[in-house]
């Protein structure tokens, strides 16, 4: 049984950084690929950033140069970093691990970003 589970999520001002953690049980995350997403309320959860079974990551355009996405194969952790914030980032986000068919996420955990 995989499990993944999240922290990191908080409130934080405009400018703000925060560092998400996506911990891995049951399997060796270097198996899987997989990412982070967000949701909003009415809306369909995205993608904010990537990463490849062989560690290689990638962000989509709205948080490129303020997110890094990364991977620790001894910790089985996957992190979120998160820096100068937007009003806009607000959502709760998702780490997700997938190998084949097989999906996997995590409880969710919120970020907000508010002056």
């Known amino acids: 049984q995989v499990q993944l589970v999240e922290s990191g999520g908080g409130y934080v001002q405009p400018g703000g950084s925060l560092r998400l953690s996506c911990v891995v049980f049951?399997?060796?995350?270097?198996?899987?690929?997989g990412g982070w997403y967000r949701q909003t309320p009415g809306n369909q959860r995205e993608l904010v950033a990537s990463?490849?079974?062989?560690?290689?990551?990638d962000l989509v355009d709205s948080v490129k140069g303020r997110f890094a996405i990364s991977r620790d194969n001894a910790q089985n952790t996957m992190y979120l970093q998160m820096n100068n914030l937007k009003v806009e980032d607000t959502a709760i986000y998702y780490c997700?691990?997938?190998?084949?068919?097989?999906?996997?996420w995590g409880q969710g955990t919120q970020v907000t970003v508010s002056s």
């Open positions: 997700n691990l997938r190998r084949g068919i097989q999906e996997y």
């Open positions: 049951g399997s060796r995350i270097s198996l899987h690929g």
């Open positions: 990463m490849s079974s062989a560690g290689y990551g």
